[in-house]
């Protein structure tokens, strides 16, 4: 193993970005589907993976919406969670910030209570089995309407202790966030915090509107923001976090080659950018080999790498005196190394 690999293998790290339902790998759904008595529309595990080919966004979102048809009961959504935990475990993933899409499965039946604790559940061990934090981002589907994303916070209040944030995700063409203005107003108004997917395959201005209209605390991907001096400017007057995903913007072909991902020009712009993996059962990576391969690609050196871990620390929405431990054990790990 070269000496990259094995600093960003061994290095402490929160993710930031990653939605539950992405993490769904085919031999977990073949299982779950056959104990749901659901007949997939593959038939083996190869030929699934095989239709893991996207021209863009919505190509995706139309096999993960069908994936997520699979899951039915609360120990679906503990196997999902779980399966992941233990994954992110060991890449030394000491804090995750998850995602998860209320709306998909309430349109498929399965009620709000039932989602929630089963991931909630799967959280809790992770805490108690794996030593690791966790918090929770439920999801507005930007596809549907305001009114949909209205009455899904109504729904949540008695889990109000169990959602950290509140997030905005799915189709960005057409379903800018300004359309949730409301919406997120009432989120605020709940003391929620905000995040909102911005500037994936929109341009620029949507990342102005999250932080302006949405005022988010952090934006999802962001990558068109160097196509705009006044939004870099923007997000760091107000110390905006990035939560990019390389290998995502590989697979969805937001960029052609990760030699011409923007991060290292953020980096120089000093914009705070962190590395997570998105839907890694779809995009062909965890959070290590998105680290990997995007250092890789451009040349990134074991100090740069240690400052995106360290901006993971810093973006999270971590209680100040655990984060004050991740970043004692992450100075460790580095004078160590
Ligand atoms: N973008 C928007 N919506 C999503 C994504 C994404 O990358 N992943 C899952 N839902
Ligand atoms: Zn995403």
Redesign the pocket.
């Known amino acids: 193993m070269d000496n990259l690999t094995h600093y960003i293998n061994g290095l402490p790290k929160a993710e930031l970005h990653l939605?539950i339902e992405?993490t769904f790998e085919p031999e977990l759904m073949f299982k779950i589907a056959a104990r749901n008595h659901i007949r997939l529309k593959f038939g083996s595990v190869e030929e699934l993976r095989m239709a893991y080919k996207f021209n863009n966004?919505q190509d995706f979102?139309d096999i993960?919406y069908a994936g997520a048809s699979v899951l039915r009961t609360k120990e679906d959504f503990y196997d999902l969670t779980w399966a992941y935990l233990e994954r992110a475990h060991m890449d030394n993933v000491l804090h995750t910030e998850i995602f998860f899409d209320p709306q998909t499965h309430m349109a498929n039946g399965i009620p709000f209570k039932t989602v929630i604790e089963g991931i909630t559940a799967a959280l809790q061990d992770g805490t108690e089995k794996l030593g690791m934090t966790s918090c929770l981002i439920m999801c507005f589907l930007r596809h549907l309407d305001e009114e949909s994303a209205l009455s899904l916070l109504e729904m949540a209040k008695p889990y109000r202790n169990q959602i950290t944030a509140i997030g905005l995700?799915?189709s960005?063409r057409g379903n800018p966030p300004e359309k949730f203005e409301r919406a997120f107003a009432k989120a605020h108004e709940y003391g929620y915090l905000t995040v909102a997917?911005a500037g994936?395959e929109g341009s620029a201005y949507n990342i102005r509107s999250a932080v302006e209209i949405l005022k988010v605390a952090r934006v999802d991907?962001g990558n068109s923001c160097l196509t705009d001096d006044s939004v870099v400017d923007l997000l760091k007057e107000r110390k905006i976090p990035l939560t990019l995903?390389p290998l995502?913007n590989l697979k969805?072909k937001v960029v052609h080659r990760l030699e011409d991902h923007p991060i290292l020009k953020m980096m120089e712009k000093k914009l705070l950018v962190t590395i997570n993996s998105?839907?890694p059962a779809y995009f062909g990576g965890y959070v290590n080999d998105n680290y990997i391969a995007v250092s890789k690609a451009l040349g990134l050196n074991v100090e740069q790498i240690g400052r995106i871990a360290k901006n993971s620390f810093l973006s999270s929405f971590l209680p100040e005196t655990t984060r004050k431990k991740y970043l004692d054990v992450l100075n460790q790990y580095n004078m160590a190394f």
Do not use: I, R
């Open positions: 939605h992405g966004l979102l993960y995700d799915s960005e997917h994936e991907h995903c995502s969805l998105d839907d």
